[in-house]
């Protein structure tokens, strides 16, 4: 059921006027790990096999091609409220053996969206139904013009840097990002806090409950002239007019969405050791800086849903589940997952010798190459037919354990130490192509995995670049289940209810206001 009628939205939208303060809400999601994961963005490459992997959240509805309202007849979400059919999506993160090579997909540990509804002399209103945006560049390698501090404000004459990695750790001697870094060998810090900056962090992430996090702004004001269709031009950042962000006249102001990805990194910190210039983590676009992180967003809301929750809804940390007389109330499936449309999911502790799509063509920092940033939809095309270089692998016959398996919403304590197997590599080539079933991840509090098993030497889960050494191997992982540790306010007040958890990623975004 759609509760959209032109008198009720004409009535909440009078109620978000003028907005002399923020509020917001955080979004959370339902189920173990996402809705699905493979090579499709239907916002950057429409109908055709992506770049690069990603996981995806929300509506049931989403595909290859996403078109029009098509998410509205989702028949399940991942979101916990019911009438939100959006489709929320990253690139996947993966472990890169120091040792051998070879990549291991790290397992998603939570994801949350927060919408903000800053202050502002502008009504703020639902995202239309279909329209699409983009925050972050997946071509770039290059340091932000920023250094390691975010950059929201559109007026200042510095290029805006809407995406950080924050990695809480227990002791910042020494540091996570070299002092006084140009970006160009490794990440810079955040001058103003010392647990985020721009690329991945030297050392392992050990904070409270905080492994390695993602976080991605998006911009809040939608050009109506622009179309849904057009990400490249439809969105910017409002512009500060005092205290207030307001939008150009004729755009339609729009919630201000915040994507924080954790990222279960702490299950491979016995197989790598920090020396302070490398780190082993790389995204799927390639990716062994972190700058090209990046998120995508394609709105199914109710209209009249998500008005009212723009318009009454503060619950802050809280959630916006724990909001009153949602329209449409909450969603009580936690199993909503759809195959993708490409292939197969690649499966936790699978170690494979190349990435999806990309295969071994690893890029930054000492790799292969360097990019300066450019657009996806050129490479899409040819991502099928383009020959890379691949590997084939011969396993070793010695018996070998590896990296662990996932444990998601969940802290790992523990595992046992191992190495991954040894591998002879020998080069070869073959075209791109398809791409990953989900093996199925645990919340229980101790795991056992299967025991290894010797992976033939063919494709990857549909892949011809990726071959695939061991299915699945033995560990042991000991959890515990944490709720997230509040942390001091860092530069801005914290909204109520928050529980001061919003300071830890406002950072230098709340700097520019």
Known sequence: MRFTTTATLASLAALASAKDSRTFAVLRFNGDGFLTEGPMDPVVNPGAISTHYHGIMGGSNFGATVEGDQLMDSTCTTAKIKNDKSNYWIPSLFFQDPKNGTFQKVPLFYMNVYYFFEATDDTIKPFPIGMKMLSGDSKTR???????????????????????????????????????????????????????????????CDGYA??????????????????????????????????????????????????????????????????????PFVLSTGDATGYSSHADFISGWDQNTLQTIINTCDAGDSGMDQCPQIPGGLNDNNNCKIKPAFGDILQNGQIVTGLPVVGDDITGWGKVGSSS??????????????????????????????????????????????????????????????????????????????????????SAAGYPNVKTIWDIVTVTVTTTVVEPEPTQALHRRVPNHSHGHVARHLGSFAARR
């Open 142 to 204: 290059s340091p932000p013009a920023s250094g390691g501090a975010l950059n929201l404000d559109p007026d200042n004459g510095v290029a805006i840097n809407p995406v950080q990695w924050t990695c809480p750790r227990s002791s910042y001697n020494p540091p996570s990002y070299p002092a006084n870094s140009d970006g160009t060998t490794a990440g810079m810090g955040d001058p103003n806090n010392k647990g985020a900056g721009a690329g991945f962090p030297l050392y392992p």
């Open 210 to 279: 905080s492994p390695l996090r993602q976080d991605i702004h998006f911009p809040s004001c939608y050009n109506p002239a622009a179309g849904l269709d057009d990400y490249k031009t439809n969105m910017k950042f409002p512009s500060n007019v005092g205290f207030k962000q307001n939008c150009p006249e004729g755009w339609i102001h729009t919630p201000h969405l915040f994507f924080e990805v954790y990222w279960n990194t702490p299950l491979f910190n016995d197989y790598w050791t920090p020396d302070g210039k490398t780190q």
């Open 373 to 458: 940033g450019s657009d996806d939809s050129s490479a899409a095309s040819s991502a099928q037919s383009t020959a890379q270089a691949s590997t084939t692998v011969k396993a070793s016959t010695t018996k070998a354990t590896s990296a662990p398996t996932s444990a998601t919403e969940t802290a790992v304590a523990s595992e046992t130490a191992a190495s991954s197997p040894a591998v002879e590599a020998e080069p070869s080539s073959s075209t791109p192509g398809g791409a990953f079933v989900e093996y199925p991840t645990s919340t229980a509090s101790a795991v056992d995995a299967p025991a290894p098993t010797k992976a033939p030497e063919s």
